[in-house]
């Protein structure tokens, strides 16, 4: 599949997974652009355009990069014998040279054909590499995600990423900041918040004290399905 043609299946996944956190959505109409990625129309004479971004961090590790060449692995062979679309979060040990990637492809397929539409295992319940797996089901969309938990890092290095991942997208709004839309959201899509660092979600509502071009910005935690407004 095309590069762009993936990437915008993957916008569509994760907004389609915030409006079901937002009663907002109920009524109206989602376009799909490109700048913006999204124009939501509530009704015919206001236009939302619609951001989506996902955080990063420069802090990758050899560790982090060895577990994503796992999870890659993982995923081919998963859809080498299924085409059942579900999105999985792994959360590794620290030793995982001797991964039976054919066992957890096994426990994936499990779950696949489960219509849970979430689903937790911990270590309890899975190979001693793994910690835990989280699942998300939306075969609505067709669209897979799959992602580790990278080691934790500061909460001042959490907040500079997170100043610097919407800073990029400020940037971004530049190129459409004259088209004809009332206002402007952002939403910054984190794997799971838990997995970076020990801050409470609930306490990061506001925290963005400078201004910005998007009128609302939103920090949305995909595998825990959970949202919050981080604009002041």
């Known amino acids: 599949m095309n590069n762009n043609i993936h990437q915008k299946k993957l916008e569509l996944h994760f907004l389609h997974n915030f409006i079901k956190l937002n009663d ?3 009524k109206g109409k989602i376009i799909t652009s490109e700048a913006p990625d999204f124009i939501f129309m509530p009704n015919k004479k206001y236009s939302i355009g619609i951001e989506i971004t996902q955080f990063f961090t420069t ?16 995923k081919q062979l998963y859809f080498e014998q299924t085409n059942e679309h579900i999105s999985v979060l792994f959360s590794f040990n620290k030793n995982i040279k001797n991964t039976n990637t054919k066992e957890i492809v096994e426990i994936i397929k499990k ?7 979430y689903k937790k295992l911990d270590n309890k319940t899975l190979p001693s590499e793994i910690k835990s797996l989280i699942f998300l089901q939306n075969n ?18 959490f907040y500079e990423s997170l100043e610097n991942t919407i800073a990029k997208k400020e940037e971004k709004y530049k190129s459409y900041e004259n088209q004809r839309i009332n206002e402007h959201w952002l939403i910054v899509v984190i ?6 660092t020990k801050l409470n979600i609930n306490n ?7 201004n910005s ?6 920090l949305f935690d995909f595998f825990n399905k959970k949202t919050i407004e981080i604009t002041s």
């Open 140 to 157: 609505d969309d067709k669209c897979s995600y799959w992602s580790n938990c990278p080691p934790k890092i500061s909460n001042k290095l």
């Open 204 to 210: 990061l509502s506001k925290i963005l004290e400078r």
């Open 111 to 117: 779950q696949s054909n489960n219509k849970s539409t």
């Open 213 to 218: 071009n998007f009128k609302k910005i939103f």
């Open 191 to 196: 794997d799971c918040i838990k997995c970076y």
């Open 24 to 26: 907002f959505f109920n």
């Open 59 to 74: 802090n990758a590790s050899i560790i982090q990069t060895t577990e994503f060449k796992l999870v890659n692995k993982i």
